[in-house]
């Protein structure tokens, strides 16, 4: 994945972009041609009464994981295409504690989406999953982008 920042880097974006996942502590894992992993420790910050992950600090991490590759990919070619979220679905399987680790799979897949979005506007259902450290799927995320030639 071209410019796929360090992990230095991507916290300093993070900082910029969305401090939120600045103060949980998002951390890039992977960005490459073929996926993008974003791990999420469960912390106070993290946390929810249950003593397990709050679910939105696990959707804001798989959002990354999935929305990271397409704006690499729009910043890298140089494309005036604008993004948005505009559905997302979650199914819970197991507490998440611990580290857990999102890892979208379909960068391939986004970045054809994005290569054939006209003026009319494409969407593409990314699917992010959240493995603890026994490599146990704890959560799947569908995250529907959408992207549109300005």
Partial sequence: MQNAPSPFLFRLMLLKM???GFIAGLKLQRADEQACYVGLRYSYLTKNPFRS???AAQ???AEMSTGLPALLHLRATKSNTSM???DFEASY???AVGKIQFRFEEVAALRQAIDTT???GSQFIAISRGYNAQNECVAEMRVRWSFKKR
């Fill in 118 to 120: 006209g003026s009319e």
């Fill in 53 to 55: 992950m709050y679910f």
């Fill in 93 to 95: 399987f197991k507490k």
């Fill in 84 to 86: 948005l979220v505009t």
């Fill in 59 to 61: 959707a804001m991490a």
């Fill in 18 to 20: 969305l401090p939120l």
